[in-house]
């Protein structure tokens, strides 16, 4: 019986030397618990605020919170699978962290497409649980009040410390810079020529979105993407995109700042998240996030005053009392 332990022993710590220090759980899970804390573990219904980057098992990134200053939060929701990430999730409570693989083949199945070019045999997923609210006992109403109060905390937080990190993006990299009053920063880099289009003016335009830590989000440019590695449709067409001027069709620190530039002109916008995309972010953009955009305009197209006019309907009078 005892040959037997220790051979069961030595077969466990094979595994684990073989996993590169990892454990396996069900479903083929592997996992590498950094910190615990010793806390209560996440249960189904929690809510749960964590930080996670998911990359290869080359360590090539694919998503990263900690770039979009966006914490993953949601209710704890049940595993889809046995050995899934959030069946991973479920062994950490507050403040733990740890490191969980997945084979890519349990992942992009029934359907799902791999990203272009993705062939790791795993996706890696680091995690920090930041925050969970047990969700107990507590009525519906109680439990979302903690959650709501919570949230706004957070929000609070970053929108304070959104003045720092500009300053910081303008002393790293030696920009100096005009201010408006709605509190975009500019400087044109290369001048134009010509008018600088009016509000129903179309501006042509080159961009290369960037966060303040430098992570390139979206560009026009094919080159850019490429250099940024972010990952783009293959079907997508870069070109310089058409943007009619003061119509509310895209950010307000976008239809002031085009203002500025005429044909040929090139700008970096350092735009606060108070003209972007304010306290709600999208996609990879976090709340409170300054954006910092690399411009160009590449044409102004007036309107054509000989384009037919729209018809407008007539209206059939109100009958007489």
Same mark, same amino acid.
């Given at each position: 019986?005892?040959?037997?332990?220790?051979?069961?022993?030595?077969?466990?710590?094979?595994?684990?030397?073989?996993?590169?220090?990892?454990?396996?759980?069900?479903?083929?899970?592997?996992?590498?618990?950094?910190?615990?804390?010793?806390?209560?573990?996440?249960?189904?219904?929690?809510?749960?605020?964590?930080?996670?980057?998911?990359?290869?098992?080359?360590?090539?990134?694919?998503?990263?919170?900690?770039?979009?200053?966006?914490?993953?939060?949601?209710?704890?929701?049940?595993?889809?699978?046995?050995?899934?990430?959030?069946?991973?999730?479920?062994?950490?409570?507050?403040?733990?962290?740890?490191?969980?693989?997945?084979?890519?083949?349990?992942?992009?199945?029934? =359907? $799902?497409?791999?990203?272009?070019?993705?062939?790791?045999?795993? !996706?890696?997923?680091?995690? /920090?649980?930041? &925050?969970? +609210?047990?969700?107990?006992?507590?009525?519906?109403?109680?439990?979302?009040?903690?959650?709501?109060?919570?949230?706004?905390?957070?929000?609070?937080?970053?929108?304070?410390?959104?003045?720092?990190?500009?300053?910081?993006?303008?002393?790293?990299?030696?920009?100096?810079?005009?201010?408006?009053?709605?509190?975009?920063?500019?400087?044109?880099?290369?001048?134009?020529?010509?008018?600088?289009?009016?509000?129903?003016?179309?501006?042509?335009?080159?961009?290369?979105?960037?966060?303040?830590?430098?992570?390139?989000?979206?560009?026009?440019?094919?080159?850019?993407?490429?250099?940024?590695?972010?990952?783009?449709?293959?079907?997508?067409?870069?070109?310089?995109?058409?943007?009619?001027? =003061? $119509?509310?069709?895209?950010?307000?620190?976008?239809?002031?700042? !085009?203002?500025?530039?005429? /044909?040929?002109? &090139?700008? +970096?916008?350092?735009?606060?998240?108070?003209?972007?995309?304010?306290?709600?972010?999208?996609?990879?953009?976090?709340?409170?996030?300054?954006?910092?955009?690399?411009?160009?305009?590449?044409?102004?197209?007036?309107?054509?005053?000989?384009?037919?006019?729209?018809?407008?309907?007539?209206?059939?009078?109100?009958?007489?009392?």
């Amino acid at each position: 019986m005892k040959r037997k332990l220790m051979f069961l022993s030595l077969a466990a710590i094979g595994l684990a030397s073989c996993n590169g220090g990892f454990k396996q759980g069900d479903g083929g899970l592997l996992y590498n618990i950094h910190t615990s804390k010793g806390g209560a573990k996440i249960k189904e219904g929690d809510f749960i605020s964590l930080n996670m980057v998911v990359k290869t098992d080359g360590d090539s990134v694919l998503n990263s919170t900690y770039e979009s200053g966006q914490p993953t939060r949601m209710a704890m929701p049940k595993p889809q699978a046995k050995g899934d990430v959030v069946a991973g999730i479920g062994l950490l409570g507050e403040g733990d962290s740890a490191t969980f693989k997945i084979a890519s083949d349990s992942i992009f199945k029934g =359907g $799902q497409q791999r990203p272009p070019g993705f062939k790791s045999k795993y !996706l890696v997923f680091v995690v /920090k649980v930041e &925050k969970v +609210i047990a969700k107990g006992n507590l009525n519906e109403q109680v439990f979302r009040g903690r959650v709501m109060d919570y949230i706004k905390s957070q929000g609070d937080a970053l929108k304070a410390q959104e003045p720092a990190k500009i300053k910081k993006y303008i002393d790293d990299n030696h920009l100096k810079l005009e201010k408006t009053a709605s509190g975009l920063q500019y400087v044109i880099t290369t001048p134009g020529t010509g008018a600088k289009p009016a509000v129903g003016d179309t501006a042509v335009v080159n961009y290369t979105g960037k966060m303040v830590s430098g992570k390139v989000f979206d560009t026009s440019i094919k080159a850019e993407a490429t250099k940024a590695k972010i990952p783009v449709d293959p079907m997508r067409q870069f070109a310089p995109i058409r943007i009619p001027v =003061g $119509q509310g069709k895209v950010i307000p620190g976008w239809d002031e700042g !085009l203002q500025l530039l005429n /044909k040929g002109a &090139k700008a +970096i916008f350092i735009i606060p998240s108070d003209i972007a995309y304010k306290d709600q972010g999208i996609g990879p953009i976090g709340p409170y996030s300054p954006l910092v955009f690399e411009m160009e305009m590449v044409d102004v197209v007036k309107p054509n005053p000989n384009a037919p006019k729209p018809v407008v309907p007539q209206l059939t009078p109100p009958p007489a009392k």
